[in-house]
């Protein structure tokens, strides 16, 4: 109880300190490259029970211009367990004066569950305000009281790429009965203090000036310094739960939330085994029930108490047709199991930033859930929400991290396919003439493969006015485009997509008096170079590699005619290889070849000017034109 008025005493002071809100009061180094600069944040979380848990947050920010206001996060979370104690907002001008009080009566209370979900009980307060000029200050608090221990209140003292920071605090006192675990990341960098006891975490750190954010940069949260904390001993919606490690962590999440949810009715099965009657490949049988459930099922959401980590039964989505990432995850597995194939319902974040699990820390996490089939050296994953999506696929909303997949004797750290390089093909072979007139008619076929054929298969799903518009965004270099006739080859047993186009345009060549200019890499020339900086700061990512081969056959007007041929291009580089060449093929007809290839990787900065070069390479070769004589 002493402990507690002290902290109570030293939170209230610090409180009551922090009332300069002038913006001339803050440190010009902190305001250099900085959208917002939080002038501070603390969390102050009091666990008395594995059960019972109180947390206090206060955030002051500055916001410096339009771009910051992503930071001010004005909102707070809660649902029928999580209850909102107290929340105040004040709002201050440039000289720090009060401008501005939102209530609790004026904070706006909404449903926090997306479009996709048929019923769940989050909702969120959320508070608005449209400022009449910059820069402003936001003093938001907020206090919450919770029976969930499952997840811990993490401290990550800084947002993102330009913001800074001049206070940062974060004090948690956890009852002697229970056992906690905590992982420091990203620490080294930063004068971080750390003042904690055995059953008293307290961190500080304070004047952190803003990252400028640079082209290329890795995600944020690879840098940022983040504090994990978990209870070996924790709760979960009416749950208790046990864990020390991924292995008893999966071993709690099968035995509390999974086991005994995998039943399906007996009518069922017999299907199951009349539909692989004759069928003695295992993969293919595997495949056969995947598209069973894309046939016969839907995704809606459902997020009510447990039922926000715990699938619905399967006998229920056997019946009613339809259930979220859970359920429907389970219900393949179920169907699988009747079979006598073994897989195994795997926990992952979700998402194109490719977030990971933390290998050496359980605790939990994740977002979304998909299914890892055993297959040898060679695991089969499933995505079981999606209707289109090609049988063991996963594209870049879950490739290429780890994951927890929870089987009968505990958890394991597995990792998803990576599309990477090679994997990621565009293959384009075509015919285009050109006329004498100065426009262009092309037939065109596009191949596409992993990750390039993922961006392009959203096309199959438009309205044919969005489709033109789709391909009229997509060659925007083209002016005066039409779209003569457009199929479409979906192989999703190889996962490949080809488009065949037939375009024209009147407006393509350039006339200079008799004779003609034109670009021959039409359908596909890079104009990116990325920035240049004097003094970089960061490393920098390709983030997945991918290789494009282009072959188009061109076919010139009779009455001109090209004098010299380009000479050929080979330009070799760590970070990928290029080549293009232009040949006589005939009289008047030319074979265009251009072939990229990029590698995925992170790179010391030390060689981002070698890197901006090879493209600034690629964009002169790519770009360039030819002149045909009359």
Not at 54 to 83: C, D, H, Q
Request: glycine share 6%; net charge neutral.
């Amino acid at each position: 109880m002493r402990f507690f008025l002290l902290v109570s005493l030293i939170f209230t002071t610090v409180l009551s300190a922090q009332t300069n809100y002038s913006v001339s009061s803050i440190n010009d180094s902190l305001k250099e490259n900085a959208n917002a600069v939080v002038r501070l944040d603390e969390t102050y979380v009091e666990i008395t029970a594995k059960n019972k848990m109180e947390v206090t947050n206060r955030r002051v920010i500055t916001i410096l211009k339009k771009a910051g206001e992503s930071s001010i996060k004005p909102y707070a979370f809660y649902n029928p367990k999580t209850k909102i104690t107290d929340i105040i907002a004040h709002i201050y001008n440039d000289r720090g004066v009060e401008i501005e009080k939102i209530r609790r009566k004026d904070f706006i209370d909404v449903s926090a569950v997306d479009g996709g979900t048929l019923y769940g009980d989050s909702r969120v307060k959320v508070f608005r305000y449209t400022p009449t000029s910059y820069p402003y200050t936001v003093d938001f608090s907020y206090t919450y009281t919770t029976p969930n221990t499952a997840f811990l209140p993490r401290w990550m003292p800084i947002d993102d790429y330009m913001v800074s920071v001049e206070r940062s605090l974060f004090n948690m006192q956890i009852d002697k009965s229970l056992k906690w675990r905590k992982k420091e990341k990203n620490f080294d960098n930063y004068a971080i203090v750390n003042k904690s006891s055995e059953f008293h975490v307290s961190y500080e750190m304070n004047d952190i000036a803003a990252q400028k954010r640079e082209a290329l940069s890795p995600s944020f949260y690879h840098y940022e310094p983040q504090l994990m904390i978990a209870l070996e001993e924790f709760h979960l919606e009416g749950v208790d739960g046990v864990a020390k490690d991924w292995e008893s962590m999966g071993n709690w999440q099968y035995n509390s939330l999974l086991v005994n949810r995998d039943i399906l009715p007996e009518a069922t099965i017999s299907l199951m085994k009349q539909k692989l009657t004759g069928i003695t490949d295992r993969v293919e049988k595997i495949k056969k029930v995947y598209e069973y459930v894309q046939n016969n099922t839907r995704y809606i959401s459902v997020q009510l108490g447990i039922g926000g980590w715990q699938p619905i039964s399967a006998e229920e989505v056997d019946r009613v047709k339809y259930g979220d990432c859970k359920g429907l995850t389970n219900y393949t597995k179920a169907l699988l199991k009747s079979q006598g194939i073994e897989s195994y319902y795997s926990v992952v974040h979700a998402g194109r930033s490719k977030l990971s699990m933390e290998k050496d820390f359980a605790i939990m996490q994740g977002n979304h859930v998909i299914l890892n089939v055993p297959n040898e050296e060679n695991d089969i994953w499933l995505e079981c929400t999606s209707q289109k999506i090609p049988f063991g696929f996963l594209g870049d909303f879950t490739d290429d991290r780890d994951v927890l997949v929870i089987k009968p004797s505990g958890g394991e750290i597995k990792h998803t396919h990576k599309y990477l390089n090679d994997n990621n093909l565009q293959k384009t072979i075509g015919e285009m003439e050109v006329t004498d007139s100065g426009g262009i008619t092309a037939n065109l076929e596009m191949e596409t493969y992993g990750i390039q054929y993922d961006s392009h298969a959203e096309v199959l799903s438009l309205s044919e006015k969005d489709k033109n518009d789709y391909y009229t965004e997509y060659w925007s270099n083209i002016n005066g485009l039409n779209l003569d006739e457009i199929i479409f080859d979906h192989d999703k047993n190889n996962i490949r997509l080809t488009e065949k186009i037939r375009l024209s345009t009147q407006s393509y060549v350039t006339k200079m008096g008799d004779d003609l200019l034109f670009k021959p890499n039409a359908f596909n020339a890079s104009k990116y170079v990325p920035s240049r900086y004097n003094d970089r700061k960061l490393s920098f990512e390709i983030d997945r590699g991918y290789t494009d081969n282009d072959e188009i056959d061109i076919k010139l007007p009779v009455n001109y005619k090209l004098g010299k041929l380009p000479t050929p291009v080979i330009i070799t580089s760590e970070f990928g290889n290029y080549e293009m060449s232009i040949e006589r093929i005939a009289e008047n007809q030319l074979r265009y070849k251009r072939k990229i290839q990029m590698k995925s990787g992170l790179y010391d900065k030390s060689k981002y000017d070698g890197y901006r070069d090879f493209r600034k390479k690629i964009k002169k070769y790519d770009n360039m034109k030819i002149v045909l004589n009359k």
